[in-house]
C-alpha cells in the first residue's frame, strides 16, 4: 500500500487513469466508499501561454501554499530587496505582480512577462511598475540595463536552465544580481503541480519541471554567473496536509502530501562574472 500511495502522489495530476486505478484498488482494499473525490480526479494540461491566461482571473483569489511560504520568508524577502546601490531593477515572470513592494523611491522598476492577460491584471493595481510584455529567453533590453533581476516561479516551467539563465545574465550589469525562488525539485518530484479552475469549470494545470541544484550550479557557470548564496526553503510545521487539495468550488496550487522540514522552494543568488 505504501508504494502504491507513493506512485499515487507522483501522478495524480499527470496520470489521472493510473491513479484512479491505484485508488480503487485501494479503495477495495480498505472497504472505503470514496476514498478521495474520484470525480475531481483528471486535469488537462496546457502550455505556459494558454494556460496563465485561463488562470489569470482567478490567480491572485486562491490559496498558493508556495507563494506564500515565498514571501513568508525572510531570507527570501531580504535577498529580493533592491540595496541603495540597485535602482534599476527587472522583474521576471512578474504575472500579476504579487511581492513587488509599492513603495521604493529611486528604483526604476520593470516587469517583463510572456502572458499579456497576467499582465493586464497586473496593470490593474495601483502598483507603480512599467510592464512590458516579453519573452524571458529573449529579453527586449539592451546589454547590462538592470543593477537586480528577480525571477520567480518562472525556471521550473522550463526544460532547460542554460538558455534562459544566459539571456538573465546578458542584460544585468558587471556585478549585478540575480535573485532565482522556484519550486524545489523535490517538491515537483513528489507531486507538485500549478493547477488551477478554469474558466469553463473544468481543471487545468501548467507543468513544471524539476532542476537539481546541481542544474543550477553548472547552468550558470556557463552563463557567466557565480553562484554566492543557496537556501532550500522548507514546509514549516502547520504545512502538514493531504492529497485531497482540489476544492469543490475552488482549486488552490496543488501540493503533495508533505511533512513538516521537507525542501519545498530552492532560493539561488548569483552575480555576473564579466567585466
Known sequence: MGYTGYRILRSWVTDPHCVR????HLQELLGAT?????????????DIVTGYSDWSSS????????????????????????TADETRVLDVGIGTGTGVPVDRPGVMWV?????????NVLSRRDIPVTVIQGDALALPFADASFDLLRCGFLLSHLP????????????????????????????IYTGAQG?????????????VFPHLVSDHLKAAASSALVVRNVEEIRWPQEAQT???????NSVKTARPVVQSGEPALLQVSSRTTRE
Open 21 to 24: 486505478e491505484d485508488l480503487l
Open 34 to 46: 470514496d476514498i478521495c473525490g474520484l470525480t475531481e480526479l483528471g486535469a488537462q494540461q496546457h
Open 59 to 82: 490567480y491572485d483569489e486562491a490559496s498558493n501554499p508556495f507563494v506564500e511560504l515565498c514571501y513568508g520568508s525572510s531570507l527570501i524577502v531580504d535577498a529580493w530587496t533592491p
Open 111 to 119: 516587469g517583463v512577462d510572456l502572458n499579456r492577460d497576467m499582465l
Open 160 to 187: 532547460a536552465l542554460e538558455p534562459v539563465l544566459h539571456e538573465l545574465a546578458r542584460v544585468l550589469r558587471p556585478g549585478g544580481r540575480l535573485e532565482i525562488v522556484d519550486i524545489h525539485a523535490h517538491a
Open 195 to 207: 493547477i488551477y479552475r478554469t474558466r469553463t469549470g473544468g481543471l487545468g494545470y501548467v507543468p
Open 242 to 248: 493531504s492529497l485531497g487539495l482540489i476544492a469543490r
